[in-house]
């Protein structure tokens, strides 16, 4: 049962536009929810996170929103650029000791110039 | 600072042959994890670790085993490799805050092909 649901599988944006990726999750008691990016050929590193207490949080062009309600965060890049064309991962934890990560399937973006 | 590094980046294995991948870093973080990538799959756990001479599973461990010896060090063997083992393998290693949820560092991935 997969608990991330991530989407689109790919994305497109002409250089400028805004990237949206969506992301919908299923245990309520989730309550940390990074996004990761990843370039070809390297690791995932950490972008932005969230936790459900607020319901946006931005960090220069990435802001992710959050819908503690519908289940549902979503990540957009403003002004996007040919170099932030990558894979972006959402991913989810659980309170608990150890921080686990659930990750959706990720989503591959590109930017064209 | 090195953060975290896997050995070997490549490895072409034949089917029922066994290798170790190593996962090392420098930051005393106490938790590390494998994880493994497919297309389409996203990152699955496969082993973790929340200290020194600790393990536990994730979500797909069949076919793996690991080893936490010392702290700044995980191991990930594959006794018999099969070919649905062809994949991307990623170390990680973090500290964990209180309530959860910290960044994850990850290492550059070893590709793994099985044959």
């Known amino acids: 049962q997969q608990q991330v649901k991530q989407s689109p599988q790919s994305l497109i944006v002409q250089k400028g536009g805004i990237s949206i990726i969506n992301c919908a999750y299923e245990?309520?008691?989730?309550?940390?929810f990074p996004w990761y990016q990843q370039f070809p050929g390297k690791g995932p590193a950490l972008l932005i996170a969230i936790r459900p207490d607020v319901s946006e949080k931005k960090e220069g062009r990435f802001t992710i929103s959050f819908n503690k309600s519908a289940k549902q965060f979503s990540l957009h890049i403003m002004d996007s650029q040919p170099g932030d064309s990558a894979t972006y991962f959402c991913?989810?934890?659980?309170?608990?000791?150890?921080?686990?990560?659930?990750f959706g399937k990720g989503t591959m973006l590109l930017v064209s110039p | 600072n090195a953060g975290v590094t896997q050995t070997p980046k490549f490895r072409v294995l034949k089917t029922g042959q066994s290798m170790t991948l190593l996962c090392a870093q420098d930051?005393?973080?106490?938790?590390m994890y494998w994880y493994r990538q497919d297309p389409g799959m996203g990152l699955r756990l496969i082993h973790y670790?929340?200290?020194?001479?600790?393990?536990a599973k994730g979500e797909v461990p069949d076919g793996y085993n690991v080893s936490r010896l010392k702290k700044q060090n995980f191991l990930l063997g594959l006794e018999s490799a099969a070919p649905s083992q062809t994949s991307v393998y990623f170390c990680?290693?973090?500290?964990?805050?209180?309530?959860?949820?910290?960044?994850?560092?990850f290492g550059p991935g070893t590709r793994l092909t099985v044959t």
């Open positions: 245990n309520t008691a989730f309550d940390y």
């Open positions: 991913a989810a934890s659980l309170p608990s000791g150890y921080s686990t990560l659930t």
């Open positions: 670790s929340v200290g020194e001479g600790t393990t």
């Open positions: 990680a290693s973090n500290n964990v805050i209180a309530g959860g949820g910290d960044e994850q560092y």
């Open positions: 930051m005393n973080h106490e938790y």
